[in-house]
């Protein structure tokens, strides 16, 4: 499913999935070092290279696992520490429940299927039972900067890229710094950090149904325009 060192970068972006499902299996850290260093390669604005990576293993991911999924299930409310916006509406939403839609049927998990449909919420607390959790943080001191979050975005973009072409899958993911707290205190991120996102990795499972589906993308010529060249 993934790929190796001489993959070509259209290789890498066309083959590369959004990864749910993980062999039992540790990844070596020379390896993950390998993959940021890639990753920090990417651009920022003014080199400014606001952010940082708290890669995290073995026990202590399992509590931020535990307290996660804990707190959910207590009916805790969220505390993510990044701007969320409204809710989706619209084309948004459209998108995202046509995402959804394909993983569901993927999974085979049924509409009115309400424990299945929690079971599949719940994994994502857990980071996709994951054997890596990489947490992106940004300094603090450039909070209310437009272009750090842009940043972070690159880096993390390129982080899920360059692990693909060495043979790993990640899912970027929101719902593994739902709690902020527990993943501050087990991770043991300052407090000069912000969190941003969560990265599961490690090595794809081929048998999970839904690490081959490939969500749909928007044509270049409905999210693109081109002004002043010929016809």
């Known amino acids: 499913m993934s790929g190796n060192p001489d993959m070509t970068f259209d290789e890498v972006v066309n083959g590369r999935r959004s990864i749910r499902g993980y062999l039992d299996k540790p990844v070596p850290r020379d390896l993950i070092e390998e993959v940021l260093a890639l990753a ?3 651009p920022s604005s003014m080199n400014t290279q606001p952010y940082n990576f708290h890669v995290i293993t073995g026990e202590p991911l399992d509590r931020i696992r535990k307290g996660n999924t804990e707190r959910i299930l207590a009916g805790e409310p969220d505390s993510r520490e990044f701007r969320r916006g409204e809710p989706f509406s619209g084309k948004h939403r459209e998108r995202q429940i046509g995402c ?11 509409r009115d299927d309400k424990d299945a449909r929690q079971d599949w919420v719940l994994r994502g607390f857990r980071q996709f039972d994951a054997p890596v959790c990489v947490i992106v943080t940004y300094d603090r001191e450039l909070s209310g900067s437009d272009d750090t979050p842009f940043d972070c975005g690159a ?16 899912v970027i993911n929101s719902q593994g710094i739902m709690q902020s707290p527990v993943v501050r205190e087990h991770a043991n991120i300052p407090d000069d950090q912000v969190i941003m996102k969560a990265v599961a990795m490690g090595w794809p499972d081929e048998d999970f149904p839904a690490n081959p589906v490939k969500i749909t993308r928007r044509e270049v010529d409905e999210a693109a325009r ?3 060249f010929d016809d």
């Open 40 to 42: 920090m390669r990417s």
């Open 100 to 110: 959804a839609v394909q993983l569901f049927e993927a999974m085979g998990i049924e």
């Open 155 to 170: 880096v993390t973009t390129a982080l899920v890229n360059a692990a693909w072409s060495r043979g790993l899958g990640c």
């Open 226 to 228: 081109f002004v002043g």
